[in-house]
């Protein structure tokens, strides 16, 4: 039967022990959206500030909660990113600004947490940013979308295009 | 116009200065939800485990993020928070646990970003916990439902019941 | 019924509201002991180093850790400490480093964790700095001995001599 | 003679080189107790709240902190940690909650100081949640009680019970 | 005669009670340079890239370093700024990139340490995005230019044009 | 043509890649020096003080700044240092403190930020400390003096002795 790994057999929190898995290449791709009023998204695309600020912030923000991942989960194991990138796209015609960040490492565990972590602080961001003009963008879809390495391999999620 | 006060008039971003505004007690309640598979919602609720314990961590992990959204956020306002809760609710029908964060201050400015931090914090734990079991959970419709206190005064999200 | 005042009426921790409390100034003081051989004592205490550095640096320590307690103890509110202090003394006839770290603030709740966190960190930094000199030593008697402000008023820890 | 490694031939406090060590698996075990009032100890275990939310809350906040260990011990090396529990046992005619910490890792220097922060951690949380109706509950006894791996091998403290 | 708050009479650190002082507006504005050679400053004016990237994450750098001054700075009293800023200059014909911040508390200590702190972390960004091309950069000149507010008043440095 | 490794191609900040580099020992040695009043440097050196406390708590500063670099500088690689240390000498002649900090790791990537992180604050807390009596010391010349490793090889940087 399936079950927690992060809970011991009575149920406790644990971290669990990834000492005797491999050191290998893992990397993660997740994605998330920020929905938003259209002329919300006007504003952040070009409305009178130069081009990609507020995206840039959110950029650089994703990228640091990449690092500090393991401090805000608590069952999640630190470990060294050896790449981090966040990248955005706009939906004019939805409403909606699409995040995609990419991480990696070199070690016995997976990065999907510091992936979807980078996606979930970015997105956070733009809402900060633009949270005085429209109170009622939604963050959402956060997802896996790719990850590679470690000894589950290769899982892509159904429906999603990655390269 | 509407304008994005992140961002100074050549369009760099800044952290506002609130020095000037009232220090009034603010309130604000975030909610989000994890969407997963019948089985995973089931073995988070009972599977042979203790009751609560997953929802427990994602819990303490939300409300130690709340305090911690200054350093995450790149332009948010760092401010000491007098309360913080974040609650779950099963909808079995839906497979989605849902979460309620609820965070007060009293200060110079708004602890949206701090209820919408320990909403998607406690939403990452629940994934990291259950992601052996289902890498397809999604974390989504993370929102603002209502803020009080400061000079915009009362928010309520349309369509959203709350205290 | 004394109650947990941590837990809700349901038993799920939170962080309590304070913000209707008045801002005093509160001081808490605490203590605690490092037990160690007496060569070790004396390693530190003079063995050929500068008198002083081992206990400077567990001293620094635990400044900076009364600063952090928010992050570290879950349910503590962060509040900014206006006055920290870490001072020791040597025991040498029962092999003991004595210390006791003092904290301030004016805020809505007492500082006793940040007082009693600082104690610890000052302690463990003493076993780190001479643990390869002595596996044995225990850090012990941590408590609080003095409070003052806030609602519940003064605490004087029973058989304690404090200013 | 026996000397501090953490402190340099003229005395300064330095983080001492271990780049030339191996990489081996190493474990560290840790104890520490809290001491308290019968009637807290029933109030933890049981007082009509959920069995173990305390305890729960209390073991999170151990392994999160033995997870920023290198934050808070100024000499100490950061490693990124393979494997964290915190255990919890009641001594109810002792009136004390027993904890144990295991932390292991896969690296050039050892986790004693880990597990040593966490067992801290974790025993002052118990203190902060039960703060409100006991301030003389006493942290003590945090010791460690064995390592293994690296150069100096196995340690087993005297007289200690451990797997 | 002069003397060095930060310690107490028999010489040992301290943080500085600042519990009586009263809580004012309080403004600080630092200013630093990085200094390389001009080809290494034209590339980052506009060599191939967007105007602004590497100015902006420095940027984001400094002002989310502000508000970890007091972690950084052992006796800095931590405060809750309520507005920081960090602007950027170029000198072609001095090869410097020029940096100044402006950081704004209401509290009962000045934010020197903020400003210092904010110009530095943003200097040595723009040494770490631009090293690989000149290892050679000097970060130079940090200094504090005004400060407003407090019981000492208004400081000036000789020399500076300011605002 | 030389490019600015911490953008991609379009021009956004990322973190680049280091999976595939080797790990290596790798050391890096920065300079640093705070220039004062000669009064104010007497008044570090010895006036009235154990000689060496402004200093020790500078030097345990620097040392655990390094540790904390990648949470520091957006774009820079967490990594687990293998050693650190910070030295001080006088030049009461001119006026300064001179700083010189040592990191050393075994990894993917190089230490040079974490050395010349380790100089900023190391010379920032001397600043802190200092500045009730002297506001108008200058925190310059913090820059790389050599580095040792990588595919890169060894810089010295011209007109710099060093061991």
Same mark, same amino acid.
């Given at each position: 039967?399936?079950?927690?790994?992060?809970?011991?057999?009575?149920?406790?929190?644990?971290?669990? #022990?990834?000492?005797?898995?491999?050191?290998?290449?893992?990397?993660?791709?997740?994605?998330?959206?920020?929905?938003?009023?259209? $002329?919300?998204? /006007?504003?952040?695309?070009?409305? +009178?500030? @130069?081009?990609?600020?507020?995206? +840039?912030?959110?950029?650089? /923000?994703?990228?640091?909660?990449?690092?500090?991942?393991?401090?805000?989960? @608590?069952?999640?194991?630190?470990?060294?990113?050896?790449?981090?990138?966040?990248?955005? /796209?706009? #939906? %004019?015609?939805?409403?909606?600004?699409?995040? %995609?960040?990419?991480?990696?490492?070199?070690?016995?565990?997976? *990065? %999907?947490?510091?992936?979807?972590?980078?996606?979930?602080?970015?997105?956070?961001?733009?809402? #900060?940013?633009?949270?005085?003009?429209?109170?009622?963008? *939604?963050?959402? $879809?956060?997802?896996?979308?790719?990850?590679?390495?470690?000894?589950?391999?290769?899982?892509?999620?159904?429906?999603? %295009?990655?390269?």
């Amino acid at each position: 039967m399936a079950e927690l790994t992060h809970l011991d057999p009575r149920g406790n929190a644990r971290m669990v #022990d990834v000492g005797a898995k491999q050191e290998t290449e893992r990397v993660a791709i997740a994605r998330a959206e920020v929905r938003m009023r259209p $002329e919300t998204l /006007a504003l952040i695309q070009s409305g +009178g500030v @130069p081009k990609g600020d507020v995206i +840039g912030v959110a950029r650089v /923000a994703g990228i640091m909660a990449a690092k500090r991942t393991g401090e805000l989960i @608590p069952l999640c194991h630190p470990l060294p990113i050896t790449q981090a990138s966040v990248d955005f /796209a706009f #939906d %004019e015609a939805g409403g909606r600004v699409l995040i %995609e960040s990419r991480v990696s490492t070199v070690g016995r565990t997976g *990065v %999907e947490m510091e992936a979807l972590t980078a996606c979930s602080v970015a997105a956070l961001t733009i809402y #900060d940013m633009a949270k005085a003009v429209d109170k009622g963008m *939604v963050v959402g $879809e956060i997802r896996l979308v790719k990850k590679t390495g470690g000894k589950s391999g290769t899982y892509v999620r159904p429906g999603e %295009e990655v390269e």
